[in-house]
C-alpha cells in the first residue's frame, strides 16, 4: 500500500516536473522569437511581381509596417497603380518595370535598388506564372516557360542580391513556392515541377547561408483569394479548365483569404522560419506526401479522372479572362472577380 502511494506521489511530482518543463522551454522559445524578431522599419524589401495579387499585398502588410519598397513587373501600368497606393500609405516605393526572367533586368533591379537605398534587407521572390491544362497539350517549351519565371528569375535575383548580403553581412530572402512544389497537382505540371526546383534551392540556400547570416525562407502557400486566375495561362478545354481553377480559387473551403496570407508570410520571415506551410489543408497533403506519396499519387490520378479533357483548340494558349464562360461565373467565381479589382488583376 505504502509503495503505491509512493509511486503515485512520484508520478505526481513528475507530471508537475514535466509541466514546468513545458512551461519554460515554451517561454524560452517566445522570448527568443521576439528577440530575433525583424523590426521592418526604413528597411529596404524588394518583391518582384510586386505590383499585383499576392506580390501586391505583400507591399502593403510591409507598408503597414515602414518598410520602403522596390516592386516590380512586367506591366508598366501595374506598378504606377501599385506605386500610388503605397505611397499613400506613407512608404517610400521605388516601381520598376522589369522582366526578371532576364538575368539582365534582374541585376539591373538589384542595381537600381542599391543606387536608391544603399541597401538591400529582405528579398521577395514571388513573381511567378501558371499554365493550367492536361499534359497531353504542354509542350517542351511550356516546361521551359514556367522554369524561366519560376525558378530561373528567383536565382538571377539571388545572386544579384547575394554580394550586397554578404558586404552587410546580413540580409533575408523569401521564396514565395507552392503545395505544388511539395506535391505535384494534375493539369498544373509544369508549375508543379518549376515549384519543386525551387524548393529545393530554398532548402538548400537556408542551409548554405545561415552561418552568413542570411536567413531564408521558404513559403508553401495554398490556393488564395487574390483573383489572379483571370490572369493564368490556359490549355486545352479553355473555358473548362478555367471554370474548373476560378471556382476552386475562389471557394473559401478550398482557399485562403489572401491578405491573412501575406500577414502570415510577413510574420514568418520577421521570426526568421525556415519554411511555412500556409493552410491546414496544405499541411495535411505535404504530411501525407512524406508518409504515403503512393496514397496521394493514387488520390491525384483519381483527381485527374474529374478534370477536362483537351478542348479542340487544345494547343493554344489563352487567358482566363479570355475563358469565360456561364460555367465560371456565379456566387463563388465572383469572389475572384471582386479580388481582382481590389489586388490590381484587372
Known amino acids: 500500500m505504502e509503495n503505491n502511494s509512493n509511486q503515485g506521489l512520484f508520478s505526481g511530482k513528475t507530471a508537475l516536473w514535466a509541466a514546468a518543463g513545458l512551461g519554460l522551454y515554451a517561454a524560452a522559445r517566445h522570448f527568443y522569437k521576439e528577440m530575433i524578431k525583424f523590426d521592418f522599419q526604413d528597411k529596404v524589401v524588394v518583391i518582384t511581381g510586386g505590383a499585383r495579387g499576392l506580390g501586391l499585398l505583400l507591399a502593403r502588410e510591409l507598408a ?19 506605386e500610388q497606393e503605397l505611397r499613400q500609405m506613407g512608404s517610400i516605393v521605388l516601381g520598376l518595370k522589369a522582366d526578371v526572367s532576364d538575368q539582365r533586368d534582374a541585376s539591373r ?23 493550367v491544362g492536361p499534359e497531353n497539350v504542354m509542350d517542351v517549351e511550356d516546361y521551359k516557360t514556367a522554369m524561366d519565371t519560376n525558378f530561373w528569375a528567383a536565382l538571377y535575383m539571388i545572386k544579384a542580391a547575394l554580394p550586397h548580403f554578404h558586404e552587410q553581412k546580413e540580409g533575408r530572402i523569401a521564396n514565395i513556392c507552392s503545395i505544388g ?17 525551387m524548393v529545393a534551392l530554398s532548402e538548400g540556400l537556408h542551409a548554405e547561408l545561415k552561418k552568413d547570416n542570411i536567413h531564408v525562407t521558404t513559403v508553401i502557400p495554398n490556393l488564395m483569394r487574390t483573383g489572379s486566375p483571370r490572369n493564368v495561362s490556359l490549355k486545352g478545354d479553355h473555358e473548362a479548365e478555367y471554370a474548373w481553377f476560378k471556382i476552386a480559387g475562389s471557394s473559401p473551403v478550398l482557399s485562403q483569404d489572401a491578405a491573412q496570407a501575406a500577414a502570415d508570410i510577413v510574420d514568418a520571415i520577421a521570426y526568421q522560419e525556415t519554411e511555412i506551410v500556409l493552410t491546414n489543408t496544405a499541411k495535411m497533403a505535404v504530411a501525407l506526401q512524406g508518409a504515403s506519396p503512393s496514397l496521394v499519387s493514387l488520390a ?11 478542348g479542340p483548340e487544345g494547343a493554344v494558349i ?9 460555367k465560371s461565373k456565379g456566387k463563388v467565381a465572383s469572389i475572384s472577380d471582386r479580388a481582382a479589382l481590389q489586388n490590381n488583376e484587372t
Open 318 to 326: 489563352r487567358k482566363g479572362y479570355e475563358s469565360e464562360s456561364d
Open 181 to 197: 512544389g511539395k506535391v505535384a497537382v494534375p493539369h498544373l505540371l509544369p508549375y508543379s515541377v518549376s515549384k519543386f526546383a
Open 109 to 131: 533591379v538589384i542595381e537600381a535598388t542599391i543606387s536608391q537605398f544603399g541597401r538591400i534587407d529582405l528579398l521577395i521572390n514571388n513573381a511567378g506564372v501558371m499554365l
Open 64 to 82: 503597414a509596417k515602414g518598410a520602403n519598397l522596390v516592386i516590380c513587373s512586367r506591366n508598366g501600368e501595374q506598378i504606377e497603380v501599385a
Open 300 to 310: 491525384a490520378s483519381i483527381a485527374n479522372r474529374f478534370l477536362p479533357k483537351s
